[in-house]
């Protein structure tokens, strides 16, 4: 198996996926890594992804000019966030002044990356993600944005935005805006999607995840609405709460070592609409 970097220490940044013109990377994730792995029939050796992978190239790093702490003063910004809001309020205001905003939500199952230029509907990337997130195709549309004379406001992991500034380069990076946050190593999605399988849910069906509110960690997910189930059928599910502790391993940063952990949630279904299939 040839990979694009080290065996099982790929970040899963997808930036070499997006950046070969010969389609001859996959990227597998086998809940305990990720790995690149190139097709030997499809690569020409031109090195594009090495190049562009950010485990093969020292990251620019710099001391920060200064160090704050705080909080969104609007107060509805701050109930609907994990914490204190103060991504949402600086992305409210990027987008205010004609920025459009990068950042993860949770859309068909799958934790995914979209833009936003509407100040209005930037609810729907708050709210901490504890799985991995997928930037699969979102480094070329960046880059063309930037390209038109847009300025981008990225908000992702610190191995993403890593991705994104290679991807890019120094000549756009004027109008590229980004804050990454503090990460010490985020899960396979897998195991989210194993974990709701086991318990008979289709995170398909499930129309928005919360991981946790202010110091609340808990899992709470709202089902899909379907017109078709009877209002008498809706009321008769009774909200439940599940308990459970999920074995897995996540490769913590900065350390060349996999650690076992348990990980326990309560999961609260709030809406209980199912689809039904």
Same mark, same amino acid.
């Given at each position: 198996?040839?990979?694009?970097?080290?065996?099982?220490?790929?970040?899963?940044?997808?930036?070499?996926?997006?950046?070969?013109?010969?389609?001859?990377?996959?990227?597998?994730?086998?809940?305990?890594?990720?790995?690149?792995?190139?097709?030997?029939?499809?690569?020409?050796?031109?090195?594009?992804?090495?190049?562009?992978?950010?485990?093969?190239?020292?990251?620019?790093?710099?001391?920060?000019?200064?160090?704050?702490?705080?909080?969104?003063?609007?107060?509805?910004?701050?109930?609907?966030?994990?914490?204190?809001?103060?991504?949402?309020?600086?992305?409210?205001?990027?987008?205010?002044?004609?920025?459009?905003?990068?950042?993860?939500?949770?859309?068909?199952?799958?934790?995914?990356?979209?833009?936003?230029?509407?100040?209005?509907?930037?609810?729907?990337?708050?709210?901490?993600?504890?799985?991995?997130?997928?930037?699969?195709?979102?480094?070329?549309?960046?880059?063309?944005?930037?390209?038109?004379?847009?300025?981008?406001?990225? #908000?992702? $992991?610190? !191995?993403?935005?890593?991705?994104?500034?290679?991807?890019?380069?120094?000549?756009?990076? +004027? @109008?590229? /805006?980004? #804050?990454? $946050?503090? !990460?010490?190593?985020?899960?396979?999605?897998?195991?989210?999607?194993?974990?709701?399988? +086991? @318990?008979? /849910?289709? #995170?398909?069906?499930?129309?928005?995840?919360?991981?946790?509110?202010?110091?609340?960690?808990?899992?709470?997910?709202?089902?899909?609405?379907?017109?078709?189930?009877?209002?008498?059928?809706?009321?008769?599910?009774?909200?439940?709460?599940?308990?459970?502790?999920?074995?897995?391993?996540?490769?913590?940063?900065?350390?060349?070592?996999?650690?076992?952990?348990?990980?326990?949630?309560?999961?609260?279904?709030?809406?209980?609409?199912?689809?039904?299939?």
């Amino acid at each position: 198996m040839v990979t694009v970097c080290e065996k099982d220490q790929c970040a899963g940044c997808m930036a070499c996926l997006e950046v070969c013109s010969k389609n001859a990377i996959n990227i597998k994730d086998s809940i305990k890594s990720y790995n690149a792995i190139i097709d030997e029939k499809r690569c020409i050796n031109c090195n594009a992804c090495r190049n562009v992978c950010q485990v093969n190239n020292n990251v620019d790093v710099s001391k920060p000019i200064i160090w704050k702490q705080g909080w969104a003063s609007d107060v509805n910004i701050r109930k609907k966030s994990s914490s204190g809001g103060a991504a949402a309020a600086i992305a409210r205001s990027f987008v205010e002044n004609g920025g459009i905003l990068c950042s993860c939500c949770f859309s068909q199952g799958e934790f995914v990356f979209d833009f936003e230029d509407d100040k209005d509907k930037l609810a729907r990337f708050s709210g901490s993600k504890y799985v991995k997130s997928n930037p699969k195709g979102i480094y070329k549309k960046i880059k063309q944005l930037l390209q038109s004379g847009k300025k981008i406001l990225f #908000i992702g $992991l610190p !191995c993403q935005v890593a991705a994104v500034k290679r991807f890019v380069g120094k000549r756009y990076e +004027e @109008k590229l /805006y980004t #804050i990454d $946050l503090i !990460c010490h190593g985020s899960p396979s999605p897998m195991l989210l999607e194993r974990f709701l399988n +086991e @318990k008979g /849910y289709n #995170i398909k069906q499930i129309g928005n995840i919360e991981f946790r509110s202010k110091t609340n960690f808990a899992l709470k997910g709202k089902r899909i609405k379907n017109e078709n189930l009877r209002r008498a059928d809706r009321a008769a599910i009774p909200p439940e709460i599940l308990l459970f502790s999920l074995k897995c391993q996540i490769l913590l940063a900065n350390i060349n070592i996999h650690t076992e952990i348990y990980i326990e949630f309560f999961i609260t279904l709030i809406e209980l609409n199912l689809v039904l299939s």
